[in-house]
């Protein structure tokens, strides 16, 4: 009887240091490694943050939805393309934007932060259900807009229940940490600019993931700043993000890079992710709580994700 109790003392100690092993990563008498801050849309609307190449119609198809339908005004933000944008490059977004099922279209962009921290340039913003940011290069946004009257007319938009989203540079604007934010190449992770828009805290997204075999590149500023949540987007692929969970939909697939799972060399109980890894994958339909950073519904398909029961 007393190795039968020594026994279920044992089990029940193992099963508790287990269930929490993605709270604490730290064994009795060495210092902690948890990372306690969490992640999250502080805001009461939506974001849509895609991956690149929005080939994937159910996506954009999806922001108009929660805009309001096809006829809702909707902002368009060409600003990371290139360092000259033209007449010719605004006309083609909006016919481009158009052509996707939006009627009410306005194109905005300014390089001159005057301009954007002006009252006349963001009138339109104040009108707005949706702004969507396309691709190129994320400095290039936060260069005109971060800490304007823009950037904060972006917020008054969620805060009032509108959508923000983006592909690629308009994915990873809308993180707090600005991956691949260097003027000298988009290889650059952690780089000459790291603030973004900071619409979810403590994120860093990056984009293409599995088409530019990226997946192993998050791991690099998640290392570096632990309290950061990583989140890696491949193409024709968005999550969704209302309140603290979001929804993983399109074709492929994301991954999360979250330090409290990665292994600790001194833990003989935990083992954080189970295949020892450094990232895990979600893809569509599966669902993810970015405030207590669990997974919160999985297809179960086979993958080995580090669920809770």
């Not at 600003?79 to 939006?102: C, F, H, I």
């Not at 993931?209 to 590149?217: A, G, I, P, S, V």
Request: proline share 3%.
């Amino acid at each position: 009887m007393k190795h039968f109790y020594l026994n279920l003392i044992a089990v029940l100690f193992l099963f508790s240091a287990v269930s929490c092993s993605s709270q604490n990563t730290s064994i009795p008498g060495e210092p902690s490694t948890a990372i306690h801050y969490d992640s999250g849309l502080e805001f009461d609307g939506s974001l849509v943050i895609v991956g690149g190449a929005m080939r994937d119609s159910t996506i954009f198809n999806r922001f108009l939805e929660l805009a309001g339908g096809s006829d809702a005004p909707i902002i368009v933000v060409p600003t990371a393309w290139t360092d000259t944008v033209t007449s010719e490059m605004l006309d083609a977004a909006k016919q481009g934007y158009e052509n996707r099922g939006a009627k009410n279209i306005t194109v905005l962009h300014t390089k001159d932060r005057n301009v954007a921290d002006s009252d006349g340039f963001i009138e339109p913003i104040n009108r707005a259900k949706g702004v969507w940011f396309t691709g190129g290069r994320q400095w290039r946004i936060a260069d005109s807009y971060l800490g304007t009257k823009t950037q904060k007319a972006f917020e008054s938009l969620l805060q009032r229940g509108g959508v923000v989203g983006g592909s690629s540079a308009g994915a990873t604007i809308q993180g707090s940490y600005l991956a691949r934010g260097d003027t000298k190449t988009n290889t650059i992770m952690m780089g000459d600019h790291e603030e973004g828009f900071g619409f979810l805290k403590n994120v860093a997204i990056d984009q293409h993931l599995l088409k530019r075999n990226r997946q192993f590149d998050l791991i690099e500023i998640v290392s570096a700043r632990p309290e950061l949540l990583g989140i890696g987007i491949d193409e024709n692929t968005a999550i969704v993000v209302q309140g603290n969970e979001f929804e993983v939909i399109g074709q492929s697939y994301v991954a999360i890079y979250d330090a409290n799972l990665w292994n600790n060399p001194n833990d003989t109980i935990n083992t954080g992710i189970r295949n020892g890894g450094k990232y895990f994958l979600l893809s569509s339909g599966d669902r993810y709580n970015l405030k207590t950073r669990e997974v919160v519904y999985w297809r179960g398909d086979g993958r080995d994700l580090p669920l809770k029961n």
